[in-house]
Each structure stands twice: as structure tokens, then as C-alpha cells.
């Protein structure tokens, strides 16, 4: 299996989002984490820890949320 194809922990996913300029939105009584990003253009991930790690069609979910590449995601992590 590739390094960037790999499995991702939320904790993981977390830190790419917060590289990519999200932020969390506040915690309702659910257990989705919602992010978001406004800049350019208004963006939304759903983030569900409970069902971790992701495999590859979530994390290509998250990425088309996040309006980016897979790798582009992936490559998000190591900076």
C-alpha cells in the first residue's frame, strides 16, 4: 500500500484540516464534527471519529468536501 493511500486516524484528519484553513464548528448533540472554510468559496467536512480509521472512499469523500485533490489531501499532513 502507497504512504499516501493509507488508512487515516481522525487525529490525522483534524491536523490536515486545520492545515487547509478549516475550523471546527461548535459540537451539537451529534457525533459529527463539522469544519469549515470560508475562504474562497463556503466549504463543509463531516468529520464521524467513531467510524475511524478511514479508508480510501471516505478520505476521497473528505478531500471532494474540502474541495481538494486525494493527494493534495494526503500531502496536507506532512506540512
Do not use: N
Not at 464534527?33 to 473528505?62: N, Q, Y
Not at 471532494?64 to 486525494?70: D, T
Amino acid at each position: 500500500m502507497s504512504r499516501w493511500k493509507r488508512p487515516l486516524r481522525a487525529a490525522e484528519v483534524r491536523k490536515i484540516l486545520k492545515t487547509l484553513g478549516f475550523e471546527p464548528r461548535p459540537q451539537k448533540s451529534t457525533g459529527h464534527e463539522h469544519w469549515v472554510c470560508t475562504s474562497p468559496v463556503f466549504r463543509k467536512v463531516t468529520l464521524s471519529a467513531h467510524s475511524e480509521p478511514f479508508d480510501g472512499f471516505i478520505v476521497g469523500s473528505m478531500a471532494r468536501q474540502a474541495g481538494v485533490s486525494v493527494r493534495a489531501f494526503y500531502a496536507a499532513l506532512d506540512r
